[in-house]
């Protein structure tokens, strides 16, 4: 428990620096880097033909968003398909199938990065770098990019202009993803992780029997995987092997990178909603009144100061939900397995099935959790050895999809959910709802409704259809409860875009390539295109006044209502199937 509670320590030390630059960088504001990133980024302006200066109203952003994810798609497709070329093929490896390089283009564009192949096997290093890890930036900036335009919405500073997607996009990527990246990646090389161009090597094993060890530029995929909650492993076993995961600091590398990023997110909303703020009071009050708001925000407390008023309640609805889960699935995977315990195993350790002597249960349960929550996707321990529980964690925080969530994309799920908090308030005391200063009414309401439906909708839907066809069932290798388990964790991580799973799953078939190819791409972008909506319809909206009835929305009160709207959402509508999976696992298995 002592390293659990060390890890996250050092997270929230860490994060505040991340944040605080994240913020200059989407706001547009001073950092140190600026005399040589201003040159770079004018030079792509220039060859592209961007001009940074012209703004963009949320459907452009998003139609531009969605054009250029689609014409990546096409070009990764064509490179799988033709991959067996000579070039960056040591190993000879094959062009890819139809129905999988479908898949594989598009879990890697809706930065989901579930794979139905083993990466040592599957692909040739052309494929690892033109389409895995490019994939990885652009999924991850395009994300970000998305979080970005729709803060401007909420902030409300103009009636119809969001930014500009291609020098967001352009901006993430230089400033944020390549710098963190190149320092990361060093960091890997040092602890162990393979940096080369070189065929797999095979040695003889002291048995006598060969073994073929996977070489290739193995680091330089590692940390964008973690650092744009990407996920998708450079071999089939990911981070659980000791080439992509030799040391325990290396574990903490990887652990850190697929956490800074997503919490650096709520605290540019934070402090981008607080310049809003301050932005609306300057403007309305005298000079002598302006010149007491810094006064005034000088006697906020610390985490005020730090995460933004709006910033704090949102991080710390997160937080709790974190600890949460990370507490039963810690507990769970802490006593053991009485099967194991029936045929005379000692389970003193814990349930150690699956799960790396070098990490143990402590960092295994912290890297489960975290991995699901801020839907990174990759794995060091096997998640479908986890005990009943232990696997119902990762399972739930895809379904809630909030929990932190994947690069930018979480934050607006949680801020969609927030909406709902104050509509599900406001009736409770007859009051218009409103929300960041902005009244919440009909049809910011639908927008919201659809948007939090798309996602349960897709996973139960398509989980159904799988268990009611000849072809969704002949992928199931496990009957009874965990069977039910492993298909609902499969379309879970789809919908969410993590890319984890339960591996007992046969997967590598035209229905489940096609099928969650159709998850993956509907539970990214239809998502993401109304949560746009509903910033462009707030941000046309006049800013109301505060009163007596306001419920504030920056308080630890506002956190915990945040938390049991959540919650009461995920039991009301995912209850029943996880009553049928790991629920009724764990009473079998404990009975």
């Known amino acids: 428990m002592l390293q659990i509670a060390l890890t996250i320590l050092i997270y929230l030390i860490l994060v505040i620096p991340a944040g605080v630059y994240v913020y200059h960088i989407a706001a547009g504001k001073h950092t140190f880097a600026d005399p040589v990133f201003n040159r770079v980024d004018g030079a792509i302006y220039k060859v592209c033909g961007v001009n940074p200066k012209n703004?963009?109203?949320?459907?452009?952003?998003?139609?531009?968003?969605?054009?250029?994810?689609?014409?990546?798609?096409?070009?990764?497709?064509?490179?799988?398909?033709?991959?067996?070329?000579?070039?960056?093929?040591?190993?000879?490896?094959?062009a890819m199938e139809e129905s999988l390089s479908f898949n594989t283009i598009i879990s890697f564009m809706t930065n989901t990065n579930l794979q139905h192949y083993s990466g040592e096997s599957g692909l040739s290093y052309l494929s690892q770098m033109l389409v895995i890890t490019f994939m990885m930036f652009v999924s991850a900036a395009s994300g970000y990019a998305a979080c970005i335009a729709f803060i401007r919405g909420l902030a409300g500073r103009t009636k119809d202009n969001v930014g500009n997607f291609f020098v967001d996009l352009v901006r993430i990527t230089i400033r944020v993803l390549l710098p963190f990246s190149i320092i990361g990646g060093l960091l890997l090389v040092w602890q162990g992780v393979p940096q080369n161009f070189s065929g797999n090597v095979v040695v003889d094993t002291i048995e006598g029997a060969k073994q073929?060890?996977?070489?290739?530029?193995?680091?330089?995929?590692?940390?964008?995987?973690?650092?744009?909650?990407?996920?998708?492993?450079f071999l089939g076993a990911n981070s659980a092997t000791p080439i992509e995961n030799p040391t325990i600091i290396s574990n903490l590398i990887e652990l850190y990178s697929m956490m800074l990023l997503p919490g650096a997110c709520v605290i540019t909303f934070g402090k981008m909603i607080r310049d809003r703020k301050r932005d609306l009071a300057?403007?309305?009050?005298?000079?002598?009144?302006?010149?007491?708001?810094?006064?005034?925000?000088?006697?906020?407390?610390?985490?005020?100061?730090?995460?933004?008023?709006?910033?704090?309640?949102?991080?710390?609805?997160?937080?709790?939900?974190?600890?949460?889960?990370?507490g039963v699935c810690f507990w769970a995977e802490s006593q053991g397995n009485p099967a194991l315990a029936e045929v005379g195993l000692a389970q003193s350790m814990g349930s150690m099935e699956g799960k790396e002597v070098r990490f143990g249960i402590a960092q295994s349960a912290m890297f489960t959790t975290t991995t699901t929550s801020f839907t990174t996707g990759t794995v060091n321990n096997m998640h479908d050895t986890l005990t009943p529980l232990g696997g119902m964690i990762p399972l739930l925080h895809m379904m809630l999809n909030v929990v932190f969530g994947g690069k930018g994309v979480g934050l607006m799920n949680m801020i969609t959910y927030a909406i709902l908090a104050v509509f599900i308030c406001g009736l409770m005391i007859g009051r218009t709802p409103e929300y960041l200063g902005k009244k919440i009414e009909g049809?910011?309401?639908?927008?919201?409704?659809?948007?939090?439906?798309?996602?349960?909708?897709?996973?139960?839907?398509?989980?159904?259809?799988?268990?009611?066809?000849?072809?969704?069932?002949?992928?199931?290798?496990?009957?009874?409860?965990?069977?039910l388990s492993q298909v609902l964790y499969e379309f879970a991580s789809s919908a969410a875009n993590n890319g984890s799973g339960f591996e007992g799953l046969a997967d590598n078939t035209l229905f489940w390539n096609i099928t969650t190819g159709l998850v993956m791409f509907f539970g990214r972008y239809l998502s993401i295109v109304l949560q746009f909506a509903i910033a462009g319809s707030l941000m046309k909206k006049r800013f109301v006044s505060?009163?007596?009835?306001?419920?504030?929305?920056?308080?630890?009160?506002?956190?915990?209502?945040?938390?049991?709207?959540?919650?009461?959402?995920?039991?009301?509508?995912?209850?029943?199937?996880?009553?049928?999976?790991?629920?009724?696992?764990?009473?079998t298995l404990w009975a």
């Open 212 to 233: 073929v060890i996977a070489m290739g530029p193995v680091a330089a995929l590692e940390i964008i995987k973690h650092l744009g909650t990407n996920g998708g492993g």
């Open 443 to 483: 049809r910011e309401m639908k927008l919201a409704a659809l948007c939090i439906i798309i996602h349960p909708l897709l996973i139960l839907t398509f989980s159904a259809l799988a268990v009611a066809t000849p072809d969704g069932l002949a992928g199931i290798t496990n009957p009874g409860y965990h069977g």
């Open 282 to 326: 300057a403007a309305v009050v005298t000079d002598g009144a302006a010149a007491a708001i810094p006064q005034i925000e000088g006697r906020e407390s610390l985490t005020a100061r730090i995460f933004g008023r709006e910033g704090r309640s949102i991080f710390m609805a997160m937080g709790i939900l974190f600890l949460i889960g990370l």
């Open 55 to 94: 703004g963009m109203n949320w459907k452009k952003y998003a139609v531009s968003l969605v054009i250029t994810n689609g014409i990546m798609i096409l070009l990764g497709y064509i490179i799988l398909r033709i991959q067996s070329i000579g070039l960056f093929n040591p190993n000879g490896i094959g």
């Open 546 to 587: 505060e009163s007596a009835g306001t419920l504030h929305t920056d308080t630890m009160g506002f956190a915990v209502i945040l938390v049991f709207v959540v919650y009461i959402f995920a039991a009301l509508t995912f209850f029943p199937v996880l009553a049928l999976g790991p629920v009724a696992e764990h009473l």
